[in-house]
């Protein structure tokens, strides 16, 4: 962390808000923040709750953001968008439940932050992946954003070749 120098992570080990990340994450957010650095986290939103909110809002001097990866907006569906999701336990609905009790933290964390800087904190990101994503996905995905208070929703596309490959079938 050279003065005035700039930051890039590459966490390639998962989900950075994973307990077993911690340290790094929490190491990152400070030294970002001591040189006045912005930090951008992608996320599940899993374990996005209004303590780790304060805490990396706190550490980093409010110069954090972000992105919060979400397939569909369908409970019943977002164990189909898991690689770690093979069996029918139903873990992909358990998940999408603790993602809509944080909704109305995350609005209003972002419109606490809209309201002091200008810009939002908090942007869904969503790959729409051939043959699997549904227009039922998005559309309930929109209602989502719009819950948010519409902030910025990032679409991009997964071709079916490289899901593929990240799902271990080629």
């Known amino acids: 962390f ?7 992570a590459n966490m390639s080990d998962g989900e950075p808000l994973l ?3 911690y340290w790094f994450i929490f190491e990152l957010a400070r030294k970002s923040g001591k040189q006045g650095l912005p930090l951008l986290l992608f996320t599940n ?19 954090i953001s972000y992105c919060i990866s979400m397939q569909t907006g ?9 690689l770690s999701d093979k069996e029918p336990n139903h873990t992909g609905e358990r998940l ?3 993602l809509e009790e944080k909704l109305e933290v995350w609005r209003q964390y972002d419109e606490q932050v809209k309201a002091k800087t200008g ?6 990101h969503t790959y729409v992946i051939p043959d699997k994503t549904t227009e039922e996905d998005l559309k309930k995905l929109k209602e989502i954003i719009e819950r948010l208070g519409n902030v910025p929703w990032i679409v ?11 799902a271990g079938k080629t």
């Not at 939103?45 to 110069?63: A, F």
């Not at 810009?119 to 869904?124: E, P, Q, W």
């Not at 991009?156 to 990240?166: E, F, L, P, R």
Request: aromatic share 10%.
């Open 74 to 82: 369908i409970p019943e569906r977002y164990g189909n968008f898991m």
């Open 2 to 8: 050279a003065e005035g120098g700039q930051l890039v």
């Open 96 to 98: 999408f439940g603790k």
């Open 45 to 63: 939103g899993i374990n996005l709750d209004e303590e780790m909110l304060s805490y990396l809002e706190r550490v980093t001097d409010g110069k």
């Open 156 to 166: 991009s596309t997964m071709g079916a070749h490289v899901y593929q490959s990240m």
């Open 19 to 21: 307990p077993a990340n």
């Open 119 to 124: 810009k939002y904190a908090i942007a869904i």
